[in-house]
């Protein structure tokens, strides 16, 4: 009785390396995580004061399915705080996590007989959301010798895709894409395909600012989401930016499938928009954690030629020694005690040479990480 449609779909990799490493865990052994795509911080304390007073008030009744409106209000001014934005609140529709907002989209825009872009190495749910919808897929590759610069040409190639979806700062190379950059893709689409921006990682930049696509036009598709930039993973709450003539139909989707936001959620996100302080202080935290990573890494010969300028990730190529990139991160491992993905979860193209490795745990934690992963490799 299962369909083809769920037995298409694959585990990640890296869940295989967690569960490995928690067996080993349960058996004693200390592992260092460097695999885990989450922030190691909790939410912001007003955050979870707000969500208790919800429930205390009674909050607890659906909200309407676009979302509450003072949240889609917040959001609207959060544009035109950061970056100086008029962003219609009408146009933000509140979504369960980002993922909601991606089956939403491609639930709305994507069918058999249609293609969804995307990049490789790039997040691997977007290829299943397209898979889910029936749609067909086109993969662009990008070199780290090229800045993982998405060139144009390609769609010339390749054809241009009805939905191309793009990480911006990206997972997992680290890449923040400039304006520019991104104004390139959009008009090699435009009016062909539509270009959708996931900027869920858009707090998380160390260097030279960021851009959102919202700045270039009004038919880009942004989504975002409380998970990473504001710490709030457990919540399951995002939010996406969408053109007028998309609002009915996506609307129409969202009563259909999730009625409505988590409510208690989007009260306690309330406040998340406002706690710049400890935000600001996560994101300061990361960036250390960044800079010293790298240069350690360099330091023990892996190769990262395009530098990772945000979200929490570093895509280290590990050529030199010799290794399909699942086996280096099975040793790693076994052999050295610290868990990372291999570039296999991110795509095909070169997928064998890199490794992605999450700056998700404390100095000590990544200082201890380092000592023994250098141990190791001058052992092999
Ligand atoms: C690029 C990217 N987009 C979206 C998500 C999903 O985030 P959420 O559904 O928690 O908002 C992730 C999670 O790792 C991600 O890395």
């Known amino acids: 009785m299962i369909t083809e449609r769920a037995k298409r779909i694959r585990p990640f990799q890296v869940m295989e390396i967690l569960e490995r490493a928690r067996e080993m865990e349960r058996k004693g052994r200390d592992i260092i995580h460097m695999e885990i795509g989450e922030p190691d911080f909790p939410s912001p304390p007003s955050v979870k004061e707000a969500a208790i007073k919800a429930i205390e008030k009674d909050y607890t009744f659906y909200t309407p399915t676009l979302g509450l409106p003072l ?10 705080r950061e970056y100086g934005l008029k962003v219609p609140a009408e146009r933000v529709v509140i979504t369960e996590g980002s993922s909601g907002a991606f089956l939403l989209l491609s639930l709305t825009l994507l069918e058999r007989g249609r293609v969804l872009g995307i990049t490789d190495p790039g997040y691997p749910c977007y290829r299943n959301f397209g898979h889910l919808a029936e749609a067909g897929l086109i993969t662009i590759p990008l070199s780290e010798e090229d800045g993982y610069e998405i060139d144009p040409v390609a769609f010339e190639e390749r054809g241009v895709p009805d939905l191309f979806i793009i990480a911006n700062p990206s997972n997992p190379t ?12 959009y008009r090699a689409i435009e009016g062909k395909g539509l270009l959708v921006v996931d900027e869920v990682y858009s707090g998380l930049v160390y260097d030279g600012g960021f851009d959102t696509a919202l700045s ?8 975002n989401g409380f998970s990473k930039t504001f710490a709030m993973t457990g919540w399951r709450l995002g939010w996406m930016v969408i053109p007028e003539g998309l609002i009915p139909p996506v609307q129409r989707m969202a009563q259909n499938i999730f ?14 928009l406002e706690a710049k302080r400890d935000l600001e202080e996560m994101r300061r935290t ?6 010293f990573l790298l240069e350690r890494l360099e330091g023990m010969g892996f ?4 530098k990772p300028e945000g979200a929490f990730y570093i895509y280290a190529g590990i050529k030199r020694w010799k290794m399909d990139s699942r086996v280096f991160a099975e040793r790693a491992l076994e052999e050295a005690g610290v868990a990372i993905t291999p570039g296999y979860d991110f795509g095909s193209y070169r997928a064998s040479e890199y490794v992605r490795f999450s700056y998700t745990q404390g100095m000590e934690r990544l200082r201890e990480g380092c000592k023994r992963l250098e141990s190791w490799l001058k052992r092999l």
């Open 71 to 80: 949240l889609r209000e917040a959001i609207s001014r959060y544009y035109e």
């Open 174 to 185: 680290g890449k923040v894409y400039r304006k520019e950059g991104l104004e390139r893709i």
């Open 216 to 223: 270039i036009a009004d038919d880009i598709i942004v989504v």
């Open 259 to 272: 009625i409505s936001p988590p409510t208690i959620s989007q009260h306690a996100a309330l406040k998340a």
């Open 286 to 291: 990361f960036k250390e954690r960044r800079d």
């Open 303 to 306: 190769t990262i030629t395009c």
